[in-house]
Structures are given as C-alpha cells and as structure tokens.
C-alpha cells in the first residue's frame, strides 16, 4: 500500500535559519513520482518539485535544495536561508502511473506546518 | 497562477442538502483530479477522470460523483450531505505526453461548511 509520512507535525524556525522538512514514502511499485506541494494560508496548493524514481539526483533551485535516497524511501526537503514568505504547511506527495501515460492519484502526506518568525 | 479555476470559493449548506462543484482545468489538460482536505489533514483523493471517463476512485461513497465535459472541466457533486463533508475541495488538472504535463496543478479550492 501507498503511504507518505511526515513526522514534523510543526516547525519554528527564526528567520535566516535553514530547516529540513522530512518524508518518508511507502509503495510497491518500482516506477512511482515524488511531489513537494506549499499550501499558504490561501489554500491553493503550489507545486514545488516533481521526482522521478528512477532519478536519485539531488536537486537544489535558489534556496531550496531536495534530497531523494531510495535506500531509505526518503525525499527531504530543505530550505536555506529561510524567510517569513516560506510560512506554510508543506505537503509530500506520491504518485504512481496511472492508465496510459496519464498521472495517477496523489497520496499525501499529513503536512508540515512551517512557522519563520522575523 | 496555474490556471486551473474552482467556483465558488466559499459554500454553505445544511445537512441533506446537495451541492454542485465546478473545475475549470489547465488549457490543454485532459485529466482533472478532486480531493478532499479536512482541517490539519493532507488532501485526500476522492476520484480522477480523464476524457470524460472516471479513471480511479479513493475511498469515498457514491454520493460523491462527477462529470467531465468535451471542453475538460469537471463537477463534483455531493448528495445528503454530512457534516463530515465539511472541507475544503480541491480539483487539479494535468495532462499527459508532455514531463510538465504530468504534474497536477491546483486551483484555489473550494471551502465548504455543512450546518
């Protein structure tokens, strides 16, 4: 069965400090999708970053770096030099391929609610 | 913007009442997803259609059904309501063929509360 687990329930940070949000995926299949979504207050869910499970590398854009290790089903997400606009809950996601090419359902995580205090 | 829209942004509805949805997707996107969020929960998937046929379901009772149309977009409908149902509703669009395209973008959602 699919399961994404994300065990910070809340962080606080200050800002300027780097904070790792973690995940922790369960499924079977050996072809499945990684997501990071940001949900602020407003509630539309904005897409962060997509991983294929056939692609392990690491990825950093701007402040914002993913580290992706099958070994562990793990897919950390860290952002460097926070600020207060990185206020949120963060979502991980999973996904495996649905009918034809088409994306499957997502499996989400619980989320993370990220608090960066000036 | 990801140019997926979702009307309206606020509802509310008594018990046993019914409720229509609607989704307007990605120009170009052919599949449109629905979830349900409840408070301090990640979304939840309630179905997915893709050319205008239903492509999966999650765990949710058949009074929970949709529509695509020929242009894409999409109604979840809710009958009888509960004051379970008392979310906030989330439809995404994505498409395949293209690696973007396999990512499901959001709209803003809608925020239903059930009296």
């Known amino acids: 069965a699919q399961k994404v687990t994300q065990a910070q329930t809340e962080i606080s940070v200050v800002e300027k400090e780097d904070v790792t949000l973690d995940c922790v995926y369960e499924?079977?299949?050996?072809?499945?999708?990684l997501f990071w979504y940001k949900q602020p207050p407003s509630g539309e869910l904005v897409f962060l970053i997509r991983?294929?499970?056939?692609?392990?590398q690491n990825e950093i854009s701007g402040r914002y770096s993913w580290n992706f290790q099958k070994s562990t089903s793990s897919f950390n997400f860290t952002i460097t030099a926070s600020q207060v606009v990185d206020s949120a809950v963060y979502f991980c996601?999973?996904?495996?391929?649905?009918?034809?090419?088409?994306?499957?359902?997502?499996?989400f995580g619980r989320g993370t609610q990220l608090t960066v205090w000036p | 913007e990801t140019g997926v829209t979702q009307s309206p942004t606020h509802l509310i509805k008594t018990r046993g009442q019914q409720v229509t949805l609607r989704c307007s997707s990605q120009?170009?996107?052919?599949?449109v997803s629905w979830y349900q969020q409840a408070l301090g929960q990640g979304p939840q998937f309630i179905f997915q259609?893709?050319?205008?046929?239903?492509?999966g379901r999650g765990n949710f009772p058949p009074r929970f059904s949709g529509l695509q149309f020929p242009n894409y977009s999409s109604e979840l409908n809710v009958n009888a309501l509960e004051l379970d149902d008392s979310a906030l509703y989330l439809c995404?669009?994505?498409?395949?063929?293209?690696?973007?395209?396999?990512?499901?973008?959001f709209g803003p959602g809608t925020r239903l509360l059930v009296l």
């Open positions: 995404a669009s994505s498409s395949p063929g293209s690696r973007l395209g396999e990512t499901q973008y």
């Open positions: 499924t079977r299949d050996t072809t499945y999708y």
């Open positions: 991983r294929n499970s056939f692609d392990e």
């Open positions: 996601a999973l996904s495996e391929a649905g009918r034809g090419s088409t994306l499957g359902r997502l499996y």
């Open positions: 120009s170009g996107h052919n599949t």
């Open positions: 259609y893709y050319r205008e046929e239903e492509n």
